[in-house]
């Protein structure tokens, strides 16, 4: 079996009967998922950022992405390495100044 391509690896891995190399995930590696958050108030970057800053002081979250509705309701999406109660992100969004209006998935 030939080697044909430039990534470095060896051609002394032991692939599987079916030519694959199974490469187990690291333990420590975080499962992420994401979850959609409507909320109402934000106006402006400011309110991003406040929304954001907050939101990112849970220790489940990873990061978090928002789009603004400066005239209606935002939509924040956050990405966690586990799960994070829908009360605990209600008090983040409060404590920033607005109002999680509902938490999708």
């Known amino acids: 079996m030939s080697h044909a391509c430039n990534c470095g690896c060896s051609d002394n891995s032991k692939p599987t009967s079916q030519g694959l190399q199974i490469i187990p995930r690291p333990e420590a590696t975080p499962i992420i998922s994401q979850t959609e958050l409507k909320i109402s108030g934000m106006t402006c970057g400011h309110c991003v950022s406040s929304v954001t800053e907050e939101l990112k002081e849970i220790p489940e979250v990873q990061s978090v992405e928002i789009i603004l509705d400066a ?3 935002s939509t924040a999406i956050i990405s966690t390495s586990g799960a994070v109660g ?20």
Not at 86 to 105: D, N
Request: aromatic letters at 4%.
């Open 86 to 105: 829908q009360e605990t992100i209600r008090q983040a969004v409060e404590e920033a100044g607005y109002t999680l209006e509902s938490v999708g998935s």
């Open 71 to 73: 005239k209606g309701v």
